[in-house]
């Protein structure tokens, strides 16, 4: 409740200029990392992560093999996402909800073919293995209503594996964007490191058309080094709705303005989030 009452100034100050703010909510399961409240993590498998933890999130050395989550932890998860989607909307102020099942965390965990070693109903083919996501986004709509914009960011690739493919390849794509059209979502994140590029082998279609094909009714956001202006308009040829910035609005908070005039977006540097991740306006105080 404190954190939730805290965000009131931002949204705040979001409504009085006129915008509208949405809610990303997530559960970093066996990613997460300097964590003093923990001696542990959990996620669905007793599987150790690949790679390294992030230095300037606090993190140091390899991930520790996390604890497998018994079903009342689940349980437990799912809950916990909708009690935060609840708070973010009527105490918080947020104008939406979007949940975080990308980037190799907790829902995408349950996800991945090689992290989810379970031989439960959370388990095996990759219908079976989006079942978390489906039952926090059924979850999330019932705790929020119908009024209120839900969307589900999803990915291939990870924080600690950019380059993973989903196994089943464009048929599993198709089993996946149908089941989130058909979960009360009014809206999927589509990101990829690079969102233009086909997303199996080197031809095809985008993560981005396969979602459009597949979700024709939902909104689609793409991410994904589409701060340049000319991807970003193939994305959105290939059936984005939308355009979402990371790195490239942190580089240019003014991004819309400088391709309106035709100015080159400026390069992400990523001392901005050096040593340690927290953002320092004063970076950008040369651009409003």
Do not use: C
Request: hydrophobic share 45%; glycine share 14%.
């Amino acid at each position: 409740m404190t954190q939730a009452l805290a965000w009131q100034k931002v949204t705040g100050a979001v409504h009085a200029a006129g915008g509208k703010t949405a809610a990303q909510l997530m559960h970093a399961g066996a990613l997460s990392q300097a964590n003093r409240f923990r001696d542990e993590t959990v996620g669905l498998s007793a599987v150790q992560p690949k790679g390294k933890q992030m230095a300037f999130y606090r993190g140091d050395g390899v991930y520790p093999v996390p604890r497998a989550m018994s079903e009342a932890e689940i349980a437990e998860a799912i809950d916990g996402f909708a009690r935060a989607a609840k708070l973010a909307v009527e105490v918080a102020g947020f104008d939406g909800i979007e949940i975080h099942g990308a980037n190799g965390y907790l829902l995408d965990q349950f996800f991945t073919d090689y992290a989810n070693r379970r031989e439960d109903a959370w388990g095996g083919a990759i219908g079976q293995r989006l079942r978390l996501s489906l039952e926090v986004a059924r979850a999330v709509r019932a705790a929020v209503g119908d009024a209120v914009p839900v969307g589900m960011r999803i990915s291939q690739g990870k924080v600690n594996d950019y380059t993973h493919k989903w196994a089943e390849g464009a048929d599993g794509a198709a089993t996946v964007f149908g089941l989130l059209a058909g979960a009360g979502l009014d809206y999927i994140h589509v990101t990829e490191f690079e969102a233009w590029r086909p997303a199996f082998g080197d031809t095809g279609p985008s993560l981005v058309g396969l979602a459009r094909r597949h979700a024709p009714e939902l909104t689609i956001i793409a991410n994904g080094g589409l701060h340049d202006p000319l991807r970003a308009a193939q994305v959105l040829g290939d059936g984005a709705d939308l355009i979402a910035l990371g790195r490239g609005a942190l580089a240019n908070p003014a991004w819309p303005l400088r391709v309106g005039a035709g100015e080159p977006p400026r390069v992400f540097d990523a001392g901005l989030l050096a040593p340690l991740g927290d953002i320092k306006p004063r970076e950008l105080e040369d651009e409003g």
